[in-house]
């Protein structure tokens, strides 16, 4: 039935514990990585789509920024030339340029547009000298300039205030197709650019528009030029196609992301659902139209108003910043492209970004579970072949040993703990049976032994109660003998005590007191010898009485004054006048007071003892 009891396995139970327990640790290692990795993956996602942001958004400057820096070289160019008036340039003026029947003037025929610059003159313009000297400077800085940028730009070209233009752009004759009536002025490139619109005289860009000679949209970017009066005499320009960008704006993102571009004025320039609206509208959907649009609140266009205010446009290109829309769910990547300066917004939605963590994080548990499930195999293996096997082996020995079997060694040869436990094992049953062997003679010699000691402890037994008889006899007697003479002269002291008070006899009224005193300390020595043989035989007894404290003190006093002077010490006695009686026994206290002074004189000398 004890058996039973033992009938779960220790592998099985050590196996599930391991198991547990290092379910317990993955699950919690996991968990606490989870929510790390849901940060770290959100941080590291936002961090590279900023860095991708910077690096596109740089690459697309490029172009941008080439612009306005060939605008700035061909303005000093010119403003060095136009310093100086020609002649010569005055007359080259009538070889590259001629009035037309409608009135314009235009570029002498036949006009080769691959590697010549158009000119363009309306009706209205009064061509004099300084025109023509003008025109000419701006038709060789054109060539120069524009064929050598051909393949960056659609074109270059120089308007002029008085309705006219140079232009370079080798495909498509521009100057031939433009129509008499043409005004030039009224463009958006060059309006931009008057001292009205541009007071500071700086680069500017053009909102987008559908170039149908191009069939692309483009952005244009123009720097105006004054002369040395300060007066508006022209306005370099480039077209650049920005069709490109945003093919690229709107394919070449992030998977589950999208781009979106729009300027400082709020004007859509790539929105991946807008792109049918914004080259409807010729490039004048804003942010404002499509909060107008949305009355339903279902989405809040009123985050790129933010998202504006989010970076400084006119700042270096860095990683941005980044904007959160609750409403939308949607984080923002707000940057920017030098030169126009347009807002750059990479949106990342938040179900994308936790489609992103779960993926990961489902990668974590799955690992997480492998990891548990080969621990278990290897756990199991290690624990069956290493530890449940030798158990057994040990099991199996014990049980024979319990039935007595000495005889039977444990044959583990593993040099571990458990090879150990049975070589201690094999040790401790040789060494029991060695035990066994030596004990059962030693038990035959004890019973010898027990034997001839009873017979001695019994005649011992009579000897101590015959001593004791003895002892008592003797006490008896010795009491008797000593009490007798001793009571007679403690009688004979009072007696002679109380003759010499009669008779005015008071120094040996003292001595007669001392004697009395030592009597009866000796008595009491006595009777505590009496005492003892009493305490031995279990048979002491109080003798209480109502007794004055001051007496009993005095007499105390009297009886120990002979020892105290013995080492020269003095006795001081602090005893108060009303101390009064008390009942109990008097010889007990008389003795234990006298036992308790007798030992600080013996121990004292020359000194006080108090009292």
């Given at each position: 039935?004890?058996r ?25 290692c ?28 740089k690459k ?23 310093e ?31 590697n ?67 005004i030039?002025?009224?463009?958006e ?35 105006p ?51 049918d ?87 974590m ?112 007697n ?32 003292e ?5 009395q005193?030592a ?23 109080l ?57 600080a ?11």
């Amino acid at each position: 039935e004890s058996r039973a009891i033992y009938n779960q396995s220790l592998a099985k139970i050590t196996l599930m514990k391991t198991i547990l327990a290092v379910g317990v640790i993955i699950f919690v290692c996991n968990g606490l990585g989870v929510i790390y990795l849901i940060k770290k993956v959100k941080d590291n996602t936002i961090k590279n789509v900023k860095i991708y942001t910077e690096v596109v958004v740089k690459k697309e400057s490029k172009v941008f920024l080439d612009a306005q820096q060939n605008n700035q070289v061909i303005k000093d160019v010119l403003s060095d030339d136009l310093e100086l008036n020609s002649i010569d340039d005055s007359k080259k003026f009538n070889q590259i340029a001629e009035k037309r029947s409608d009135g314009t003037t235009r570029n002498v025929l036949p006009f080769n547009d691959k590697n010549t610059p158009g000119i363009f003159l309306g009706k209205n313009v009064n061509i004099n000298e300084e025109m023509k000297d003008r025109m000419v400077k701006f038709f060789n800085t054109t060539k120069s300039f524009g064929i050598a940028w051909k393949n960056h730009f659609v074109n270059t070209y120089i308007q002029i205030p008085e309705n006219g233009i140079v232009i370079y752009m080798p495909n498509y004759p521009w100057t031939e197709k433009a129509e008499s009536d043409k005004i030039v002025t009224t463009d958006e490139s060059f309006q931009i650019t008057t001292k009205e619109n541009n007071p500071s005289r700086k680069t500017l860009w053009t909102s987008i528009y559908y170039d149908a000679t191009q069939d692309n949209w483009m952005v244009s970017s123009v720097t105006p030029i004054d002369n040395l009066k300060g007066d508006h005499i022209g306005t370099i320009g480039h077209d650049i196609l920005i069709s490109e960008l945003q093919k690229s704006t709107l394919e070449e993102n992030i998977n589950g992301t999208q781009n979106i571009i729009f300027d400082r004025n709020g004007r859509f320039i790539v929105h991946p659902n807008l792109m049918d609206e914004i080259k409807q509208s010729d490039g004048s959907v804003t942010i404002q139209d499509m909060m107008e649009k949305t009355k339903d609140k279902s989405y809040d266009w009123g985050i790129y108003l933010e998202l504006m205010k989010s970076i400084d446009v006119e700042a270096e290109i860095d990683q941005g910043s980044l904007v959160y829309s609750k409403q939308n769910q949607e984080y923002y990547v707000v940057n920017q492209i030098d030169g126009p300066d347009w807002y750059w917004v990479t949106v990342l939605p938040e179900s994308w970004l936790k489609r992103q963590v779960f993926i990961i994080a489902r990668s974590m548990i799955l690992v997480g579970v492998l990891s548990l499930a080969v621990i278990i195999l290897i756990m199991y293996s290690l624990i069956k072949n290493d530890i449940e096997k030798p158990l057994k082996e040990l099991m199996s020995a014990t049980d024979l040993f319990a039935q007595g079997n000495l005889d039977h060694n444990i044959n583990i040869k593993r040099k571990d703990e458990l090879g150990h436990l049975g070589f201690l094992f094999n040790e401790m049953a040789q060494k029991l049976k060695d035990s066994f062997n030596s004990l059962e003679k030693t038990n035959q010699e004890l019973e010898i032994r027990v034997k001839k000691r009873t017979h001695q402890l019994e005649e011992a037994k009579e000897m101590a109660e015959e001593a004791n008889r003895a002892k008592s006899s003797f006490l008896a007697n010795m009491s008797h003998e000593l009490r007798t003479p001793l009571n007679a002269i403690i009688g004979y002291s009072e007696l002679l005590e109380e003759e010499a008070e009669d008779m005015g006899e008071e120094e040996f009224v003292e001595d007669l007191k001392k004697i009395q005193g030592a009597g009866k300390h000796l008595l009491g020595l006595i009777n505590d010898i009496l005492d003892i043989s009493k305490i031995e035989a279990g048979r002491m007894e109080l003798y209480l009485e109502s007794f004055d404290i001051k007496q009993v003190i005095k007499e105390i006093v009297i009886t120990i004054q002979p020892l105290i002077e013995k080492n020269n010490n003095t006795l001081i006695v602090n005893c108060a006048d009303d101390l009064g009686k008390m009942t109990a026994d008097v010889t007990k206290i008389r003795q234990n007071m006298f036992n308790l002074l007798s030992n600080a004189s013996k121990f004292t000398d020359h000194g006080k003892i108090t009292m």
